[in-house]
């Protein structure tokens, strides 16, 4: 069965400093990873992907996450962080066993202190 | 433009009463499903459709009812809503046609309130 966790709630960062939000899945076969943002009273965009190609995968504004296989965790993060990072991150796990299946972690809140 | 297009996207209504909440593709997806949203528990799959005439329900599908009759449109009905079903619902497409899922686009969401 597959599931994913999202480690943190709230992340909350001083802008221009990293930003590191933690996601541990599992999953019975090969995943597919991806990590989601939603801001403020909008939809959700897809930030990167990960489908069984390189392992560190790059997304928009900056965003990178590293698959790792021995650690079963997809973390996201970004060397530098600015005012419009602030959104709510979803981390979504789905694996071949059960494609229609797509589970979505609980969400981690990014707040950019000034 | 391609878009996930859902409506409307505020709503409030009484128990009881019968609503449907549209979503419209226009990106030829075969893969269409509904979620919804609540506070700590991320987005939890209502029901999903893989291609038209074909729908299944995924992890909270009770109270819900859906239909694919084209594969543009895919209707969330609540036919007899409940308070707890006051929440903030999201309709996706996938270009999904092998079973390995790649990329979900999501409309604007649907703000429902049940009192």
């Known amino acids: 069965a597959q599931s994913v966790t999202q480690l943190d709630s709230h992340v909350s960062v001083s802008e221009g400093t990293p930003v590191l939000l933690r996601c541990n899945y599992s999953?019975?076969?090969?995943?597919?990873l991806f990590w989601y943002v939603q801001h403020p009273n909008k939809g959700l965009q897809l930030l990167l992907k990960?489908?069984?190609?390189?392992?560190l995968v790059k997304g928009i504004n900056g965003f990178e996450a590293e698959f790792k296989k021995s650690e079963t965790s997809f973390h996201l993060t970004k060397p530098s962080a600015h005012m419009s990072d602030a959104a709510e991150y979803f981390c979504?796990?789905?694996?071949?066993?059960?494609?229609?299946?797509?589970?979505f972690g609980s969400g981690t809140r990014l707040s950019i202190r000034p | 433009e391609a878009q996930v297009t859902q409506n409307p996207r505020y709503l409030i209504t009484v128990t009881g009463k019968k609503l449907t909440v549209t979503c419209s593709q226009n990106?030829?997806?075969?893969?269409m499903s509904w979620y919804r949203q609540d506070p700590g528990l991320g987005l939890r799959q209502i029901y999903y459709?893989?291609?038209?005439?074909?729908?299944d329900k995924g992890d909270v599908p009770e109270g819900y009812k859906v239909s694919r009759k084209e594969k543009r449109n895919f209707p969330l009905i609540l036919e007899s809503p409940s308070p707890n079903q006051t929440s903030l619902y999201f309709c996706?497409?996938?270009?999904?046609?092998?079973?390995?899922?790649?990329?979900?686009?999501f409309g604007q969401g649907t703000r429902l309130t049940v009192v």
């Open positions: 996706a497409s996938s270009p999904q046609g092998a079973r390995r899922f790649t990329e979900a686009f």
């Open positions: 999953s019975s076969y090969s995943p597919s």
């Open positions: 990960y489908t069984s190609a390189a392992t």
């Open positions: 979504v796990v789905s694996d071949y066993s059960s494609a229609s299946k797509i589970i």
């Open positions: 990106m030829n997806h075969e893969y």
């Open positions: 459709s893989m291609n038209v005439e074909v729908t």
